[in-house]
């Protein structure tokens, strides 16, 4: 195995692990930095001004999750127990702390949950920022979280999905120069939505590894236990998770909803779980066939892991996205704030100058706008498999899995060992008959040769 950057092979250089974790540069540029943080505030604003209704989006109030889904729980979870009764509590343990977090600000709940967002965001926006300064580094990681993120919508501040992400952020950039750190990082992301546990899958082997997964873990094995011992059902989701649905947004829903679109599917669109599902005939099927695709993805990722023969200063990021993008396609159900974790992790590829994932990030902007358009403008046309509705969900659909299928196969590509330069064996010259002159004498020396050769007498005459 090498940690080497692109064509280079052998062990690391001092420039190499500069790289690699990021030390800083001498001058930073400041404009960009000022551009950067003045678009966040435009966009930021925008957001909140969308999401309390200021501005008018779509008929549709995103809002709603918080003051009432949202809310419910945690008035539910003051008394010490979790939302055994709701099945829409979906979530590992340590969404609790989240859920209760905005009951620590002095404001309504409601006003205090935008806050929590836009300070876990701006979090988000300054590390990526900061990772922009360091030598072989970029601030284009830094434009696409903070260009990205809007393309959602007043969606982005009405879940608490930027929080996770925001999390996953920041123990990503972390991980390969304090591994320990970046580890309990992404371990109390995994403990809030799982996911945040798949960047770990590219960090180098070794002892940055080790020392990152057993902080996860370790982290992830002891809140959890606190809050199973402190609060009862901790673990209830597990339940409600199995008997899911196929959610009408989801990549296995797009067969049904041509089927449906062209009359040969009669199942039922209902709220199911706490998403709109489509169940009927053909569900489980789907259902089997995405989980095997799960672990499938899943498999093809250990088998990459085993057979990389390289780290870039980008693999760890780029790998945490591939595996990602494996999880969105292949889930029965992929909500709108999905996308925030894509453009999160996409972030942190870009902000290595040699990432593989440039055309990933490229598709999922557009995916990320196909979303919004999706939800929640076009929500009604989507539930009621309509031509829009379908066109839409199907476009973005199809983007994401192109993006699965281009982050995996340059992940693969960007790992593979180099095949060292080919030896030419050039044919023996023959040894020159003559003297071993220089050409600049060869006539002098040719004269020589004739003074010492005797005369040669003319023949006689008959």
Request: glycine content about 10%.
């Amino acid at each position: 195995m090498e940690l080497a950057p692109t064509g280079h092979t052998g062990s690391t250089s001092s420039t190499e692990r500069l790289a690699l974790t990021g030390s800083p540069a001498p001058s930073p540029a400041g404009g960009a930095l000022w551009a950067l943080g003045g678009t966040w505030l435009a966009t930021r604003t925008l957001i909140l001004l969308m999401a309390t209704g200021v501005l008018r989006f779509s008929g549709t109030d995103v809002s709603s999750d918080i003051s009432v889904i949202y809310h419910g729980w945690y008035e539910v979870l003051q008394t010490g127990t979790f939302p055994l009764d709701d099945v829409t509590w979906q979530y590992p343990p340590g969404a609790a702390l989240v859920i209760l977090l905005p009951g620590l600000l002095p404001w309504s709940y409601l006003v205090s949950f935008f806050v929590v967002c836009g300070l876990f965001d701006v979090l988000a926006a300054g590390l990526l920022m900061r990772a922009g300064t360091r030598r072989g580094r970029s601030f284009t990681g830094a434009w696409m979280w903070v260009a990205g993120v809007p393309l959602l919508g007043p969606t982005v501040y009405c879940r608490y999905d930027i929080v996770v992400t925001a999390i996953a952020v920041t123990g990503l950039l972390l991980v390969l120069r304090r591994p320990a750190l970046g580890g309990l990082l992404l371990g109390l992301g995994g403990l809030v939505k799982l996911w945040p546990l798949l960047a770990l899958a590219g960090t180098p082997r070794g002892r940055r590894t080790r020392r990152a997964w057993v902080s996860a873990g370790a982290t992830a094995a002891a809140l959890g236990f606190l809050l199973t011992a402190g609060m009862n059902g901790a673990f209830e989701f597990l339940t409600f998770q199995k008997e899911r649905g196929i959610e009408v947004e989801s990549l296995g829903a797009l067969p049904l909803h041509f089927a449906r679109l062209f009359g040969s599917w009669d199942g039922q669109v209902t709220m199911n779980y706490g998403s709109l599902e489509m169940l009927g005939p053909w569900v489980p099927v789907i259902s089997r066939v995405s989980v095997a695709g799960t672990l499938a993805g899943f498999g093809w990722l250990l088998v990459w892991r085993l057979r990389a023969a390289r780290w870039q200063p980008s693999t760890a990021f780029d790998a945490a996205l591939a595996a990602l993008l494996v999880f969105t396609v292949t889930s029965r159900v992929i909500s709108p704030q999905y996308l925030v974790w894509l453009v999160g992790l996409a972030a942190v590829c870009l902000t290595v100058r040699g990432t593989s994932q440039k055309p990933v990030a490229i598709l999922l902007l557009p995916a990320t706008v196909l979303t919004t358009v999706e939800f929640p403008l076009l929500f009604s046309a989507v539930q009621h498999s309509e031509p829009w509705g379908v066109a839409v969900i199907t476009a973005r659909n199809l983007l994401l899995l192109a993006a699965t299928v281009v982050s995996c196969r340059r992940l693969w590509r960007s790992t593979r060992s180099v095949e060292p330069a080919p030896t030419v064996v050039l044919p023996q010259e023959q040894p020159v008959q003559g003297y071993p002159v220089r050409p600049g004498i060869a006539y002098e020396q040719a004269l020589l040769d004739d003074l010492d050769r005797p005369p040669v007498r003319p023949a006689p005459t008959a």
